[in-house]
């Protein structure tokens, strides 16, 4: 089945994260853990200094201050995003980390007017909160010149696993996916990527995925799911995926660390699927 087919009968996202000051903080974690990876895509894509660049829900600013420095001073960035705490947050960084060639402004680029056309539209975590990312994407790519770039790096929930079984980490990660799915997020985006591209009129992505994987006592990869948990924790219980007593959010990240160790065990975080393509000239 295509996106686009399902797209219509789709209930509205509830936007399940929020935007507290926590959340904003977890989310430049994230950032810090997987900006390898979105600065592997962005220079495979070929985001490039001199460019002009969208990045679609800001958040915090780090996709934004990545793209930064890689169009150098002779490029510019615009983060924009609807929450106006997270923009807040982002112009905040900006400042202290001197970026002079980052802005962030608060809306929905889909239903923005710009000045003058991008050379790239970027985002990451953002297309699977659309209520339908196949429009939302046909929209933000009319902002974009003939022969511009769409990069898009998208969660794959499914791609958590433990080996041996980490029965506190398998059961966080199946949380975070029905909790997504519950408030209408799509978890496996990353997955769906190659037809919402296709649906959305670009030609067939260039894709890749990645995900840390880990068995050290010191790695990030137990407090990046337990603190996507945390932040969901109002919808888990909104939606009786978990009892509050069950939950126990605060030790969460400790036990899965501490049974991983025991267990000899290896972890997969959750996986960024990343797809790029050129918007065809006219
Ligand atoms: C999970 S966060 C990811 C933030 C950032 N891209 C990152 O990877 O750190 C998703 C962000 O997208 C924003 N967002 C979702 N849909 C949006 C839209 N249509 N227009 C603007 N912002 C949007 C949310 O407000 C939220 O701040």
Same mark, same amino acid.
């Given at each position: ?107 929905? #680029? &889909?239903?923005? %007017?710009? =000045?003058?056309?991008? /050379?790239? +539209?970027?985002?990451?975590? $953002? ?116 009892? #509050? &007593?069950?939950? %126990?959010? =605060?030790?969460?990240? /400790?036990? +899965?660390?501490?049974?991983? $160790? ?21």
């Amino acid at each position: 089945m295509s996106l686009s087919q399902f797209t219509s009968s789709t209930p509205q996202v509830e936007y399940a994260l929020g935007h507290s000051s926590r959340e904003l903080d977890r989310l430049s974690f994230q950032g810090a853990v997987f900006a390898p990876f979105t600065r592997q895509l962005f220079a495979q894509a070929g985001i490039e200094p001199g460019m002009r660049v969208l990045d679609v829900g800001s958040g915090s600013g780090d996709v934004s201050f990545l793209a930064a420095e890689l169009v150098g001073e002779g490029g510019n960035v615009l983060g924009v995003d609807r929450s106006a705490d997270a923009v807040d947050r982002a112009r905040a960084r900006a400042i202290r980390r001197n970026h002079p060639n980052v802005e962030f402004v608060v809306g929905d #680029p &889909a239903a923005m %007017q710009f =000045d003058q056309p991008f /050379d790239a +539209i970027v985002g990451r975590f $953002v297309l699977m909160y659309q209520d339908d990312p196949v429009e939302s994407l046909r929209r933000m790519t009319e902002r974009l010149r003939p022969g511009g770039l769409v990069v898009f790096q998208e969660l794959a929930s499914s791609a958590c696993r433990s080996c041996p079984a980490v029965s506190a980490y398998d059961e966080a990660a199946r949380w975070m996916g029905e909790a997504l799915r519950g408030s209408g997020a799509r978890p496996e985006l990353g997955m769906e990527m190659h037809s919402l591209f296709l649906d959305s009129g670009l030609p067939a992505p260039g894709m890749r995925m990645d995900a840390v994987v880990s068995g050290e006592a010191e790695s990030p990869v137990y407090d990046l799911l337990a603190e996507a948990v945390r932040s969901l924790v109002p919808t888990l219980l909104k939606l009786n995926i978990v009892s #509050p &007593a069950h939950v %126990q959010i =605060d030790s969460l990240a /400790d036990r +899965i660390r501490q049974e991983v $160790v025991a267990r000899r065990a290896v972890v997969v975080s959750y996986g960024l699927v990343g797809a790029w393509a050129r918007k065809p000239n006219a």
